[in-house]
């Protein structure tokens, strides 16, 4: 049994945060969530500065600003703080874990649906980026050698960004038709390795989640070349679910986008029943 855990990044006015990213790890639930659960508790306990109470969650927008229950003034001093984002980083290597994520252009999205507001480009640009990682996560479950494994899907809660969640998911497990969508979905439609409509719950309910808080923070950045984007971004980039067919087709993929560069990541081939990762075809990622 795999859970996978969706979080999101990117979800404030529409000209400080260009780029929403969705994304998330998928964990063997079995073998994998103690351990993680308790490598980020171990690296929030440790860098408690003497006195202070330890945060009720690792946020990482937070730790890298020094606000919300990080803040510089309580003893959370950069090197303490950056140290924290290190060690997370390093994880979804260090446990194995696949990364998935999409992105999407807030303001291009918006200018392709001048009627809608922006709550509705906001909650439609986020279910898309969702659906892609539902993709994701679907067929790297059908490359498992044990073709009778499933996941569940839990995501950080947000009631208004999720309406279009379950009537999305209900449509990838039973589709009423599959002619007219967009290139690719055919191969993955109906889903039958992803169980039960996406949960949801708050980051301080789940440990997990907060590590994949931390990948949507560290691939935003990455994309919008933020300060230390690299630093952060790096560590995880081997893991990171990069197919293909979005590499060849030189333009917006439906996985990712483009402008991520394309060396990251393992490459993931179709030999013609499945999409399988080639482990040999990884380049160097980009430090910078």
């Not at 303001?107 to 922006?118: E, G, I, M, N, V």
């Not at 950080?156 to 990838?172: G, S, T, V």
Request: aromatic share 8%; hydrophobic share 40%.
């Amino acid at each position: 049994m795999r859970i996978l855990y969706l979080d999101e990044s990117g979800i404030g006015k529409i000209d400080n945060d260009p780029a929403l990213i969705v994304a998330g790890v998928l964990i063997h639930a079995d073998t994998q969530w103690g351990p993680i659960a308790n490598r980020l508790r171990e690296i929030l306990l440790d860098a408690v500065p003497f006195g202070q109470p330890a945060p009720a969650c690792l946020h990482a927008k937070d730790i890298y600003h020094g606000s919300g229950q990080f803040r510089r003034d309580n003893g959370w001093d950069k090197d303490r703080r950056l140290g924290m984002l290190d060690k997370i980083a390093a994880i979804p290597e260090e446990f194995g874990l696949p990364v998935v994520w999409s992105s999407m252009h807030r303001k291009d999205f918006a200018r392709r649906f001048p009627q809608a507001t922006p709550a509705e480009i906001l909650r439609d640009a986020y279910t898309i980026c969702s659906v892609a990682c539902f993709m994701q996560a679907e067929l790297y479950m059908r490359a498992l050698e044990n073709e009778a494994e499933v996941a569940s899907i839990i995501m950080e809660q947000n009631a208004e960004l999720q309406k279009r969640i379950p009537e999305m998911f209900a449509f990838m497990k039973e589709p009423q038709k599959t002619e007219g969508l967009l290139e690719g979905w055919q191969k993955v439609m109906p889903i039958r390795r992803l169980i039960d409509a996406p949960a949801c719950q708050p980051k301080t309910a789940s440990s997990i989640l907060q590590l994949a808080d931390f990948c949507a923070f560290a691939i935003k950045r990455r994309l919008e070349k933020r300060p230390d984007s690299g630093r952060f971004a790096a560590p995880f980039a081997k893991r990171l679910m990069l197919f293909k067919e979005a590499d060849v087709r030189a333009r917006e993929g439906l996985w990712n986008p483009i402008v991520m560069p394309k060396m990251w990541g393992n490459r993931i081939k179709h030999d013609g029943t499945r999409f399988v990762m080639n482990e040999t075809d990884v380049q160097e990622t980009d430090k910078g």
